[in-house]
Structure formats: structure tokens, C-alpha cells
């Protein structure tokens, strides 16, 4: 198999690359960081939904809809990217999507690992340090292909990452109160950050013990000619603007097991929102936008139903639609 | 019903397996009713989005989406025809495919020919048949793992 050690690239061929090994079902390991920095939302997300785009715009950050699953993340220079493209019938390489991972990201845990931080996998698809996620990723199929996508935090901008992110004022600060608990970087585990080349190196030597000798590969002319081709594809408002299904309410997702979820709900003369922060999967805290809009009682009492079930954004809106209706009658 | 390993396979059905599709498709008067089967829903996890974005499909074609634990896998067409109808309701709420497979429909076709005449060697329906299909499929999985 081939490696791809491509250093840093422009934003937007670090998305092409893979995308266009795999739809030439052409197996490899692409390592490489972006130029400048970008949101990337998954296939299902829709950047109306998803993105504030006047301070994208304000801020040079660039927008891309990839072929695979997972949330909006903000991507730049201070990541590594690792993408793994394999046959889908290749042996070994399991549809089961936490098998996928577990098995894939294993590399990745032992290039931290010798780095000097002690990671470990978090199902489905985290990479987590003391319980702190360092790496996200996301995966699927593309063309006849299976792509492992993800990537290094070296050094993470929280505050961008939330801005970034079409969501109340309140929503973002408390996104970024929950990254600080919830994430860390290479830097803020090791107190600097390894130079890159050396990082790629590890991953490299890790994922040859996994899939066997790898030797580098250059992207040619018609890996070439299948970017500039996506690039027009996945650059067109058809594309970035292709509706999915519209969700209910914002979900945003922090690391495995641990969301904040906003919805809201019709009251009496308009409406009002009720964020639910999750962690480990149960509802742990539940705020009002608007606390007067709900009687004291009405408000223990939701809080006393909710806590501690497990996360399932309909049953919530459920159970508050029934306590809301319940108390107007 | 034949039941292998927990999972149920109603034999009032057809199976489609070609690349691992596990999709299964119900003749009702002159439409296929399609969706996914009970091995799928097991090993695929909650599924969290399902897009059908085509009308015109092709046997093997894929013709929408479908997302669980990050991960997102293709849906292929079973038959060459026109997509009539899309249940909403499980495009909406795909968790409805993980809870009842078999009463959750994805999309229904209009086929240009016959489809379960039982020539296609990617369409089972033959108890004996299924039982060695997903048995080699678990087998499969347990050695992916």
C-alpha cells in the first residue's frame, strides 16, 4: 500500500485527496495538514443548519461538505490529518462501523502513545487522553471504498470552534465551557508540539505494522484530474446546499457521550428554548432561555423527569411537549 | 420466521446480498416495498440519518444513505424501476428501522421487469439458503473484529 505524506496543502485538497483515491478506489494513507483554516460537516448536515456564516466569512474560514458521517469540526494548520482509504473488500475490513474504528484507529493510539501521551480508543470513534478527546473522526463509504477520516489535535482553538457553529450566544459559551473539560491538544499534554514530520512518521511506522510495508506514493496525473473534477462537484450550492433531513432542534456534539442539546418549545403566546446537556449518554443539567416562562413547580418537575434519562433528543421533546400541554390545561 | 442468532428473518420476503447489501423487498400488488433487514440493524448500530435522493434506480446503483455511529454506509438499489414512494416517517425518525425492520419500509419501486422471479443469484428466499447466508456473514464479522 501506498502513503501519501503530502506536509501542509491547501484547505480544500486535504477533503479532495481522499475523496479521489477513493472514488479511484485507489488504497492509501494520506497524511497532511490544511494551509488555512475550514469547518467540515459531515454527508447528513446542512451548513444552513449548521454554520454562522458571516463570521466564516469575516474570519477566511472556508466551508466543506464531505462525503462521509460525523459533526462540524473547525480544521487548520494545527491538526494532522490521517485518512485511510481501503477496498471494501478487502479483508479485514469490517462493515460493523465500531469494529471499523476500533481496529483502524489502533495506529493512531500507538503513534500518541510513543509520543509520550497515554491514549486510548474510545468507542465509537474518539481517541481520548484522561478521558479528554484528542482526536475526532468520522467514516464511510465512498464509491467501492472505506475511509477512515480524522485527525490530531495539535493546538485547538475552542472559541472559534464555537463561533463557527450556528447557535445562541448562550449555547456557543456553554459549548466552549465544555470543550475546556472535554478536549485537549498535543500541546496541553506535552507542553509543546513535535515537529509534524515526526508525528507522520510514527503514523506511518504504525499503520505498516497494521496493513503491512507501505511505500510512498506521489499523487499523479489522474488523481489530479479526479480532484479538479470533485472539486467542481463539492464546490457547487447543489451540492453544499442539497437539503437533508431537517433535525429537531440543535444537537452539538462535544465527544463521545457527551452533547448539548437545544430545542425550542412552543408556549403560550410564542416560544422558548431548554438546553439539555448530556453526558455519558443521560441528561445531567437542564436550562431555561426564559426561566419565568415556566412555573417553579412546572420547572422541578421536568427537572426531576428528565435527569438521568438516557439521551434520545425525541423522547425528550416528548415528555416536555406533554408537561407543557399538560400544565396549559 | 426464522430466527438466527436473536435476529428474525420473515420468510413472507426476499433477501438482496450482493456487496453485503441486506436489504430485503416485499412484493405488495404491482409495487416492491424495500428495506433493511435484521442483521444490518444488529451490526449497523442506531441509525442516526437516511437519505433516498433518487427516483430512477438501478440494480446495484446506490440510491441514498444511511448514517450510524458516524459512519456512512450506501443504500443499493435491489431492482432497475422508479421509486413511487419514500416512507417519511423513517426518513424522518430512522431509529423506527432499528426498532421494527421489518414494518419499516425505506422506499417502494415500480420494477421495469420482474424482479422476484428467483433468478438473481444476489436474491434469496430459500430458508436453507438464508440460514448459510447470515451464518457466513456472522462468521465474517466475528473475524473482522
Known amino acids: 500500500m501506498k502513503y501519501y505524506n503530502l506536509g501542509e496543502i491547501n484547505w480544500k485538497q486535504t477533503q479532495l485527496i481522499y475523496h479521489a483515491l477513493a472514488q479511484l478506489e485507489m488504497e492509501g494513507l494520506v497524511l497532511d495538514s490544511p494551509d488555512s483554516r475550514y469547518v467540515s460537516l459531515g454527508l447528513h448536515q446542512d451548513p444552513r443548519d449548521e454554520i454562522d456564516f458571516e463570521y466564516c466569512k469575516d474570519n477566511d474560514i472556508g466551508i466543506f461538505r464531505r462525503e462521509i458521517g460525523g459533526g462540524t469540526v473547525l480544521l487548520d494548520s494545527r491538526q494532522v490529518f490521517f485518512n485511510l482509504i481501503l477496498k471494501r473488500n478487502r479483508d479485514g475490513v469490517s462493515r460493523v462501523p465500531e469494529n471499523f474504528f476500533r481496529k483502524f484507529l489502533r495506529p493512531v493510539t500507538r503513534a500518541l502513545k510513543e509520543l509520550g501521551m497515554d491514549a486510548e480508543y474510545r468507542p465509537i470513534c474518539d481517541l481520548v487522553i484522561n478521558e479528554k478527546k484528542i482526536s475526532g473522526n468520522g467514516g464511510g463509504e465512498i464509491g467501492y471504498c472505506r475511509v477512515l477520516a480524522g485527525g490530531i489535535m495539535l493546538d485547538f482553538d475552542r472559541e472559534m470552534m464555537a463561533r463557527a457553529l450556528k447557535c445562541s450566544g448562550p449555547l456557543k459559551q456553554m459549548y466552549i465551557e465544555h470543550m475546556k473539560i472535554n478536549l485537549t491538544t498535543v500541546r496541553e499534554e506535552l507542553g509543546y508540539i513535535p515537529p509534524k514530520e515526526k508525528i507522520c512518521s510514527l503514523l506511518i511506522e504504525k499503520f505498516s505494522e497494521l496493513l503491512g510495508p507501505m511505500t510512498e506514493g506521489t499523487i499523479d496525473a489522474a488523481v489530479f484530474e479526479k480532484m479538479k473534477e470533485l472539486d467542481q462537484h463539492y464546490s457547487s450550492d447543489r451540492w453544499m446546499y442539497q437539503r437533508g433531513v431537517k433535525q429537531l432542534g440543535r444537537e452539538i456534539k462535544v465527544k463521545e457521550g457527551v452533547y448539548l442539546f437545544y430545542h425550542a418549545f412552543a408556549i403560550p403566546g410564542g416560544e422558548t428554548g431548554i438546553t439539555f446537556e448530556i453526558s455519558e449518554e443521560r441528561i445531567e443539567k437542564i436550562s431555561f432561555d426564559e426561566p419565568h416562562n415556566f412555573h417553579p413547580i412546572l420547572r422541578n418537575e421536568m427537572e426531576k423527569k428528565i435527569i438521568g434519562l438516557n439521551y434520545d433528543s425525541r423522547k425528550i421533546i416528548d415528555i416536555v411537549c406533554t408537561m407543557i400541554e399538560k400544565n396549559n390545561n | ?145
Not at chain 2, 433477501?15 to 433487514?37: C, F, N, P, S, V
Not at chain 2, 444511511?66 to 424501476?81: I, Q, T
Not at chain 2, 425492520?101 to 433468478?119: C, M, R
Open chain 2, 1 to 145: 420466521m426464522l430466527e438466527i442468532n436473536g435476529m428474525n428473518f420473515p420468510l413472507d420476503r426476499v433477501y438482496y446480498t450482493r456487496d453485503g447489501a441486506h436489504i430485503w423487498l416485499k412484493q405488495e400488488d404491482d409495487l416492491i416495498k424495500i428495506g433493511m433487514d435484521a442483521f444490518l440493524v444488529e451490526y449497523a448500530g442506531y441509525l442516526t440519518f437516511l437519505t433516498v435522493n433518487e427516483s430512477r434506480v438501478k440494480v446495484g446503483e446506490s440510491i441514498g444513505s444511511f448514517e450510524s455511529a458516524k459512519f456512512v454506509s450506501r443504500l443499493y438499489s435491489p431492482a432497475d424501476g422508479e421509486i413511487v414512494a419514500v416512507n417519511d416517517e423513517v426518513i424522518k425518525n430512522p431509529r423506527k428501522i432499528n426498532e421494527a425492520p421489518y414494518e419499516s419500509w425505506i422506499f417502494a419501486v415500480k420494477a421495469d421487469s420482474a424482479v422476484l422471479d428467483g433468478e438473481s443469484e444476489y436474491l434469496l428466499d430459500d430458508e436453507e439458503k438464508i440460514v448459510k447466508w447470515i451464518s457466513e456473514e456472522i462468521k465474517k464479522v466475528e473475524e473482522d473484529e
